[in-house]
């Protein structure tokens, strides 16, 4: 089982970055998809996650921090086994480490996390 985040850089204030995590070993369709982030010194807090197939919400159905709303877009291709984050107007508090998690749409103690992707917003 693997999950790989790319996508992660170095960039100004009011750029863009599309995060990429892409899965393998798991039935990826049945599994709640999730961007986490953690910045250094503080606690890994959800940014944003995208429903799975067969769940009781619809599919693709997402939810925000509501730091980031009307900023990043998650969204997911189940053909190709991987979630987006893209990032618009970023700021300088979006620096952190981006990590993507997986949790079964039934058994939710089945997860999986990937290694994570920095991603630093500065002039």
């Known amino acids: 089982v693997q999950l790989v985040e790319s996508g992660g850089g170095l960039v100004q204030p009011g750029g863009s970055l599309r995060l990429s995590c892409v899965a393998s070993?798991?039935?990826?369709?049945?599994?709640?998809m999730t961007w986490y982030r953690q910045a250094p010194g503080k606690e890994r807090e959800l940014v944003a996650t995208i429903s799975s197939t067969g769940s009781s919400l619809s599919y693709g159905s997402t939810n925000y921090a509501d730091s980031v709303k009307g900023r990043f877009t998650i969204s997911r291709d189940n053909a190709k086994n991987t979630m987006y984050l893209q990032m618009n107007s970023l700021k300088p508090e979006d620096t952190a480490v981006y990590y993507c998690?997986?949790?079964?749409?039934?058994?939710?103690?089945?997860?999986?996390w990937g290694q994570g992707t920095q991603v630093t917003v500065s002039s």
């Open positions: 998690n997986a949790v079964h749409r039934i058994v939710a103690s089945v997860g999986y």
């Open positions: 070993g798991f039935t990826f369709s049945t599994f709640h």
